[in-house]
């Protein structure tokens, strides 16, 4: 059956930048419809790594992946936006003030502007090319840590140069009863004070590190690990012990229907005006990873001032005859609950 609704804004994906924006679009007097192809709220912080430490939101100076999209979520509260998950928008049509949007669920939701916050798109891990890997994923082989305590006093194997490896390596030392951390490089791509941590923990003995090296076999029986084979750029072998592989080598991609859009597009990003994080068309906006601009710094806090430029704007487009004037949150407060 058709489902027939009406908005301010509609909202494409419901991760920190898309919560961010009900928050911002509520402030303004704006309604709002999240739209999001998960069956939970929270894109990738919730679906991959809900336990993972996060240092860089302001006033926290550490809070979980959870625990922000948690907060986020209580921030949105008040302005009661909708919510339509596990359904992806097909297809967009219209102009500003009058787009229709239609999702794979029978979804027909009209809206005056859409902000597309959808991350990076759709999006999976990318495995890495070990024939029997399959056999072993969701038991002894993980691409996300979302229950840290199931790890206590395992020897892992962690596979990776990016923050995730190294911010991993350090938290599970804590409670794991080895880690090897393995790259294909001497150099790791992580913050300094991750980098510095991880020397640390080295040093104590908490965490073995081999470089250069790469995944080469796994071995185990009845879904479970038991050793792990790598080898250096020459081909040479090691075999380690181990209960877990933590492969962190990044997300595989895809814009899916966003690509058929008439969007201007750069690689798997949108362009966006940097300024009111407007995209090529009229009435749409981009915020978070997926939009793009020069010298963008893809931080979650960047979402956020952007989630904030879009709805202002919004705001402009909508009412452009309307004397707008900027009020602090701390002087307008929050509208009273019905």
């Known amino acids: 059956m058709t489902k027939q609704m009406d908005t301010d804004v509609a909202i494409i994906g419901a991760g920190p930048t898309g919560l961010f924006?009900?928050?911002?679009c509520g402030m303004l007097g704006l309604k709002c419809h999240i739209i999001d192809s998960l069956d939970q709220i929270g894109g990738q912080c919730t679906a991959l790594?809900?336990?993972k430490p996060i240092y860089d939101i302001p006033a926290e100076p550490s809070i979980t992946a959870a625990d922000l999209i948690e907060q986020l979520e209580a921030q949105a509260a008040p302005f009661a936006p909708t919510l339509h998950l596990g359904q992806q928008v097909s297809e967009i049509s219209g102009i500003e003030g009058d787009f229709t949007?239609?999702?794979d669920k029978n979804l027909i939701l009209t809206a005056k502007a859409i902000i597309i916050a959808g991350g990076a798109g759709s999006f999976g891990p990318n495995r890495p090319p070990i024939e029997n890997i399959t056999e072993f994923e969701g038991t002894s082989v993980f691409y996300a840590v979302r229950n840290r305590?199931?790890?206590s006093g395992k020897r892992i194997v962690i596979a990776g140069g990016g923050d995730s490896a190294v911010d991993w390596a350090n938290s599970l030392a804590e409670i794991a009863a080895h880690i090897t951390l393995i790259h294909r490089r001497d150099k790791f791509r992580a913050a300094q004070s991750s980098l510095d941590k991880l020397a640390e923990n080295k040093a104590l003995g908490k965490i073995e590190i081999i470089t250069p090296a790469q995944l080469h076999s796994l071995h185990g029986n009845n879904n479970?690990?038991?050793?792990?084979?790598?080898?250096?750029?020459?081909?040479?072998t090691l075999d380690l012990d181990a209960d877990i592989l933590l492969p962190f080598f990044g997300l595989a991609t895809d814009l899916g229907?966003?690509?058929?859009?008439?969007?201007?597009?750069?690689?798997h990003q949108i362009k966006t005006d940097q300024s009111t994080?407007?995209?090529?068309?009229?009435?749409i906006?981009?915020?978070?990873?997926?939009?793009?601009?020069?010298?963008?710094l893809k931080l979650i806090l960047t979402g956020f001032a952007e989630a904030a430029q879009a709805a202002h704007h919004i705001l402009h487009r909508i009412n452009p005859e309307k004397v707008q004037h900027f009020e602090y949150s701390t002087t307008k407060g929050l509208p009273l609950k019905n």
């Open 101 to 103: 949007l239609k999702t």
């Open 224 to 236: 479970l690990l038991h050793k792990i084979t790598i080898a250096d750029l020459d081909g040479k």
């Open 257 to 267: 229907p966003v690509a058929t859009w008439g969007l201007n597009l750069d690689h």
């Open 21 to 24: 924006a009900v928050f911002q």
């Open 49 to 51: 790594y809900p336990e």
């Open 285 to 296: 906006y981009a915020i978070g990873d997926i939009a793009t601009y020069p010298h963008k």
């Open 277 to 283: 994080s407007a995209t090529s068309t009229q009435g």
């Open 149 to 151: 305590s199931q790890f």
